[in-house]
């Protein structure tokens, strides 16, 4: 069983930046494929970025060379460095992870454990 714990959400004027982390409990870390999704009110669930156990990451086309995921083993935590926010990027934010490998990393359905989210509000 992993328990997915994010933080670092929070209210910011567009251009500015957060990071977002995403503490996981429970043993191998590293096996898990793991992304951020986020859900803005009215719309649904979209992929944002993915870490996979090999090392490779991928981005959503609306956030790719903005933001940047990565992932710390010693401290079993994901990350999310948002650069250059705007405001239609105002969402909560989800981590998931799955110790499967995933080759459809924008799918919801393909994780099997998700934190509780984080709200980032972005004003203009």
């Known amino acids: 069983q992993v328990q997915l714990v994010e933080s670092g959400g929070g209210l910011v004027q567009a251009g500015d930046s957060l990071r977002l982390s995403c503490a996981a409990s429970?043993?191998?870390?590293?096996?898990?494929?793991m992304a951020w999704f986020r859900q803005a009110p009215g719309r649904e669930r979209e992929s944002v970025a993915a870490?996979?156990?090999?090392?490779?990451?991928l981005y959503a086309s609306s956030v790719l060379g903005r933001w940047i995921i990565s992932r710390d083993s010693d401290k079993n935590t994901l990350y999310l460095q948002m650069n250059r926010l705007k405001p239609e990027d105002t969402a909560v934010y989800y981590c998931?992870?799955?110790?499967?490998?995933?080759?459809?990393?924008?799918?919801?359905?393909?994780?099997?454990?998700w934190g509780q989210g984080t709200q980032v509000t972005v004003s203009s």
């Open positions: 429970g043993p191998s870390f590293d096996i898990y494929d």
């Open positions: 870490s996979f156990s090999w090392h490779g990451a």
């Open positions: 998931a992870a799955t110790p499967k490998g995933t080759t459809r990393w924008w799918l919801s359905s393909e994780y099997r454990y």
